[in-house]
């Protein structure tokens, strides 16, 4: 198949203008004038774009809130981790400061402590003294002073529940 344009037959040049300075000519016309002088409507209408403005502000803000909840949840977990290396340092601590209270009272300690600082000795049998009570140990109750007539009347009610056994 011959181009009918140029004659050649590579296909490739037929979709191109045949000859330019025909083009040229018909936008002098009055024909082309008047299409182009028909007023289009935009693309969009100001409602439109106004909706469009609406969601791209709300698409922004649950962005942005996204972030700054990731950003929140990134700081708590480095807050945790620090307080987890706090926690693990006083640990450390406490279970050093419980040895050294463990070791300070241990009984040579004690009794060392004792006999260089405070000058106590033990005792020997020599110095230890039995002290015999000839009389047996017996408690006495003290009665309070004489009771009233409504004192004795619950006391008689109180026996006689107990009695009863309500």
Not at 20 to 27: F, L, Q, S
Not at 108 to 131: C, F, H, P, R, W
Request: glycine letters at 4%; hydrophobic letters at 35%; charged letters at 30%.
């Amino acid at each position: 198949m011959a181009n009918k344009y140029y004659g050649h037959d590579n296909l490739a040049h037929e979709f191109e203008m045949p000859y330019e300075d025909e083009g040229r000519a018909y936008e002098n016309t009055r024909e082309y004038s008047r299409r182009n002088s028909v007023r289009t409507e935009p693309a969009m209408s100001l409602k439109e774009k106004a909706m469009w403005g609406i969601l791209t502000i709300i698409a922004l803000t649950l962005l942005a809130s996204l972030i700054y909840g990731r950003v929140e949840i990134s700081r708590l977990y480095s807050e945790r981790a620090g307080l987890e290396k706090q926690l693990a340092v006083i640990q450390n601590e406490n279970i050093s400061m419980q040895s050294e209270i463990a070791e300070r009272m241990n009984m040579t300690k004690v009794e060392e402590y004792a006999k260089d600082n405070l000058g106590l000795q033990k005792l020997d049998k020599s110095q230890i003294e039995y002290i015999e009570v000839e009389t047996p140990s017996t408690v006495e109750v003290k009665q309070e002073k004489e009771e009233g007539i409504f004192v004795r009347i619950k006391q008689l009610f109180n026996s006689a529940s107990e009695y009863l056994g309500l």
